[in-house]
């Protein structure tokens, strides 16, 4: 029996849906020595490449007419050759490097790169090095004296030595282009980051941008956004892919997806096939691979993940890439494109946050012309219960649209501080928004003026340290007892998660969390053997509008948009059987507090009444909205490709609901919600009238993350509020948040 017929005819899953894509031929459009410089096209034909596809070829012809540059093409498209072939040309005329600086999104991803750059750099004498945290000292001088023409390196790398080396800024003053590979990936906090970083490059010289990706919904918009240019343009290419590729929805029906994943996974094993398992949580990584070493399986399998030694997770792809292990059960940090080798299938776990990371994981399957298997596993929630009812609709997405929050008060702020670190900071340089942040930490001392420049404190470079690319810098560092770090979680979260007696689960091992002190920003943990036991936080929120930036309405619901003061207490936690859910009881602890501010919509929902007893009618009001506020941020992830840590919300039983960017500071994505609004609420609705539950379960208006451990919540009620919402018409009751009333978060 083959792997397919396997998967359909166990009886534990139900088979939702079978989608097969047979592998796209794309005709190449010219030979190589037509468009590229003699000297290279010699050298794309010496590895193989003789012909340039129309997508090639018009990247290159819009590379040398010095435009800003998007290629958007599917997997294996040869997208990095066509942004290398103009460069190599410049870099062939050059009289000394560098050419280009290639930046990518981590690391490892930079060096994977490296061997693919030097097959055809190093037949034209053009020299490329990867300047990193592990590039030793003796290769940062040569890098430096004799600057190589094309350097590899990460976003965060770039922002270090922009401040603190005098030579790389010399460096950069050279740079006539920069490439971002997987572009996609700066969007929300990490997109600001990427905003402000390339904002801090073009004050020594303004490339030419290139970038590249096959997942992204507004490519012309997010580019013009991110590199702050009006002459982008965007070339695009097949979106197909090489190989034969089978996709499969499935549901377990008498066991968890976790021991559904550990199942196929072993069914892989048994056929001889490499499987990447996909999983978004270091828990759920863990508890497969348990699974597989309780079935004796446990020799050919690995976990590759964040939290992993760096040289661990090295040995891991080295280990798959060669075939000594057969599964590797990965989280996001295989979802790029590292070369592990050949992979014949693709389990996911839990459904990825959008679309877009769906192809990302996808991509990785079938990739030199074999054909492909992925299995998406479907579970007991909202987002699974809609596919499961409208499984078309799972293949017939289209890459989200992205975007990012420019006016991020603490990312701006620090990297203005960097700037000023880079090279002293003229006022004239700065946005309004930027400089009323810039006059802000003259008041608190990070920055002084010296004649017409401003230029950092120690003071100011004491709060650069809290400067990473990768999210805010309201972290909270987890100790355990005798004081070792063993991570870090970014506030809000953080509170949920590591507040006095919360449950944490790191590094594959329990933690109980003995205190949160939110001044010094640090949580004390001590191992604990509550394997199968997780908390809940219960909280209160407080929302406070403190600016409004835009108003107005969408589909009849009118809302104001602006700047947020949140205020979250933590009063309690429900504690809960992991593998069942069922809560074992609710426990109260000293209230603990955080107070943040960051972008949000109030929405003024239509007055619905469900009866004329005053008092029945304001319950099943609180518990109608309450609903609401959930399945409309579980719309999110299908409607937006919001992922499910993105925003927040409170409702009140007068119809006022509150969601906004769950990061400090803002992330970009209740704007996102707002002008997509309709599509969320038609998704929100198809969620609430697709369950077959009684009036609310984990399948349609649960949330993991409900401030009351999902009590007043009513699915019917919803239904009512997103019909009247949709048929438009009805009036709201409510003007402003109320004053002094307890939301349902």
Not at 95 to 115: E, I, M, S
Not at 193 to 220: D, K
Not at 558 to 586: D, H, S, W
């Amino acid at each position: 029996m083959g792997f397919l017929e396997a998967v359909l005819e166990d009886p534990g899953r139900e088979v939702v849906y079978v989608k097969t894509d047979e592998a796209e031929v794309v005709e190449p459009c010219c030979d190589v020595s037509q468009v590229l410089r003699p000297e290279v096209a010699e050298v794309f034909r010496a590895v193989g490449i003789n012909a340039l596809f129309r997508h090639q070829y018009d990247a290159v012809q819009s590379i040398r007419a010095g435009r800003d540059t998007v290629i958007v093409a599917g997997t294996g498209m040869g997208k990095t050759e066509a942004f290398l072939a103009p460069i190599l040309e410049d870099s062939i005329e050059s009289l000394g490097g560098p050419a280009a600086l290639v930046l990518y999104p981590t690391k490892a991803l930079a060096r994977d790169q490296l061997g693919r750059f030097r097959r055809l750099a190093d037949r034209l004498g053009v020299r490329v090095m990867v300047y990193d945290g592990d590039t030793p000292q003796r290769e940062r001088r040569i890098l430096y004296e004799m600057p190589p023409h094309i350097i590899t390196s990460n976003p965060d790398m770039v922002s270090q030595a922009l401040m603190h080396v005098a030579k790389f800024r010399e460096l950069v003053r050279r740079v006539k282009y920069v490439v971002l590979d997987d572009f996609h990936v700066y969007s929300g906090v990490f997109g600001s980051h990427m905003y402000y970083l390339l904002r801090r490059l073009r004050r020594f010289r303004r490339p030419l941008y290139v970038a590249t990706s096959a997942t992204v919904g507004n490519p012309a918009e997010f580019a013009q956004a991110l590199f702050d240019s009006e002459r982008v343009n965007v070339v695009w290419g097949p979106l197909g892919r090489r190989g034969r590729l089978i996709q499969v929805l499935v549901r377990p029906k008498f066991r968890s997806k976790w021991a559904e994943a550990a199942r196929l996974s072993a069914l892989c094993i048994e056929q001889g096939l490499k499987c990447l398992v996909f999983t978004d949580s270091h828990k759920y990584s863990e508890i497969i691979y348990r699974a597989l070493k309780m079935g004796g399986r446990g020799e050919r399998v690995a976990v590759h993940r964040a939290g992993i030694d760096p040289e661990e997770r090295k040995a891991v792809e080295d280990a798959f890439r060669r075939g000594e292990i057969d599964v590797v059960i990965s989280t996001p940090t295989l979802e790029l494109g590292i070369d592990i080798g050949d992979i014949d299938a693709a389990v996911l776990a839990s459904i990825p946050p959008s679309y877009s990371r769906y192809l990302q994981r996808v991509g990785r399957v079938g990739r030199r012309g074999q054909t492909g298997y992925v299995i998406q596993i479907l579970g007991n929630d909202p987002i699974s219960q809609y596919y499961r009812n409208y499984p078309h609709e799972f293949f017939s997405r289209s890459p989200e649209p992205l975007g990012f929050e420019r006016e991020n008060e603490d990312v701006a702020a620090l990297h203005i501080l960097a700037a000023s670190a880079d090279m002293p900071l003229r006022l004239e340089e700065l946005t309004p928004f930027e400089k009323t942040l810039a006059e802000r930490l003259l008041a608190e001392g990070g920055l002084r003026r010296v004649g017409r420049f401003l230029r950092i404190t120690p003071e100011g470079r004491e709060l650069l340290s809290a400067l990473s690319l990768r999210g805010s810098p309201h972290v909270v560092k987890i100790k355990t007892a005798d004081g070792r770090v063993i991570g870090e979680r970014e506030l809000p979260l953080a509170l949920y998660e590591l507040h006095p007696e919360a449950i944490y689960m790191h590094g594959g091992r329990t933690y109980l969390s003995k205190s949160l002190d939110l001044d010094r920003r640090v949580a004390e943990v001590e191992p604990t053997d509550a394997e199968d036991l997780v908390t809940q936080a219960l909280e209160d929120m407080e929302p406070e509008l403190v600016e409004v930036y835009d108003e107005g309405a969408v589909e009849g619901v009118p809302y104001q948009f602006g700047r947020l003061k949140i205020k979250i207490t933590v009063y309690g936690y429900a504690l809960k059987r992991f593998t069942t859910e069922e809560t074992l009881g609710e426990y109260s602890i000293e209230p603990i507090s955080y107070v943040f501010e960051t972008k949000g919509a109030v929405f003024y929902m239509p007055y619905v009444r469900f009866s004329s007893n005053e008092t029945l009618d304001w319950e099943a009001r609180a518990k109608g909205y309450h609903a609401a506020e959930h399945v409309l941020i579980s719309a999110t992830e299908i409607a937006i490709g919001a992922s499910k840590t993105d925003l927040g919300g409170v409702s009140y039983p007068d119809g006022v609901i509150v969601i906004y960017d769950s990061h400090v500071g803002g992330n970009g994505t209740t704007r996102l919600l707002i002008n997509n609004f309709r599509r969320v609420a038609e998704v929100a609705l198809k969620i609430v009238k697709g369950c077959d539950c009684i009036d609310g379960c984990p399948k349609c208006v649960y949330s993991p993350y409900c401030g009351n451990n999902n009590k007043m919540l009513s699915r019917k009620n919803a239904v009512r509020i997103l019909e009247t919402v949709l048929r438009g018409g009805e009036m709201p009751l409510a003007k402003e948040i109320p004053k002094g009333e307890r939301g349902l978060a």
